[in-house]
């Protein structure tokens, strides 16, 4: 168990420019969630699967981000034409399965957008 | 909309006192976590208790739910400079499950040596 890795650690883009966010799970994981934290903030939900499959999209999120988990691994999250206020640490987080909290963490991805 | 409510905001005590934080919402739930976060890093599960539960132990930490009151405290007995981070209260909402944990926006925590 290596844990939750989320790559890169930290994303410097300029405003308009598309990021790439990527999530490796703990490998017998079933679920796997996005959040967003601002500073001084709890984590807000973005979105979640159940292996390949996304189950739910917070209403709050604009459609320029998508997520993916192509084979029920690893995740991607992506931001297109970003904004300066999308700046913020995106975590994400797997469980075994909705019977079987807790949530485990990665190190998040740290977005500033100038 | 967050539902849960961190209290206090800030805390700072010295080392070796006792923390306690009080987390309440507003819907039922099934159950209720506490999590640790140390700046810059991602949130670290400390323990989880259900709603048929009133009380958990795990090491220094003690959690206690009241349901009647929709609240929750975490205590931290002995505290080291170690403990200071960020502390989060997340509920999960009873209802038929998508499990999404409902977040509080989190009580940092200062221990001074």
């Known amino acids: 168990d290596t844990g939750v890795s989320q790559n890169p650690r930290h994303k410097i883009t300029k405003r308009g420019q598309n990021v790439t966010f990527r999530c490796d799970p703990i490998?017998?994981?079933?679920?796997l969630y996005w959040y967003r934290q601002t500073l001084g903030q709890g984590p807000e939900f973005l979105t979640y699967?159940?292996?390949?499959?996304?189950?739910?999209k917070s209403r709050l999120l604009s459609d320029r981000f998508s997520a993916e988990r192509p084979k029920g691994s690893f995740s991607t999250l992506e931001i297109q034409r970003t904004e300066q206020g999308d700046s913020a640490m995106y975590l994400c987080?797997?469980?075994?399965?909705?019977?079987?909290?807790?949530?485990?963490f990665g190190n998040g991805t740290r977005l500033t957008v100038t | 909309s967050q539902q849960g409510e961190e209290d206090p905001q800030a805390l700072s005590i010295q080392e070796g006192e006792n923390a306690t934080m009080n987390c309440s919402y507003k819907?039922?739930?099934?159950?209720l976590q506490w999590y640790r976060q140390n700046s810059g890093r991602g949130l670290v599960h400390l323990i989880l208790?259900?709603?048929n539960e009133r009380e958990k132990h795990s090491g220094r930490l003690r959690v206690t739910l009241d349901t009647s009151k929709k609240s929750s405290s975490l205590l931290i007995t002995a505290s080291r400079a170690a403990d200071t981070a960020s502390y989060f209260c997340?509920?999960?909402?009873?209802?038929?499950?998508?499990?999404?944990?409902?977040w509080g926006a989190g009580t940092k925590l200062i221990i001074k040596p």
């Open positions: 987080a797997s469980s075994l399965d909705d019977r079987n909290p807790p949530l485990h």
């Open positions: 490998s017998e994981h079933n679920r």
């Open positions: 699967f159940q292996n390949e499959a996304q189950l739910e």
């Open positions: 819907t039922s739930i099934n159950n």
């Open positions: 208790i259900r709603s």
């Open positions: 997340a509920t999960e909402l009873a209802r038929d499950s998508n499990y999404q944990l409902i």
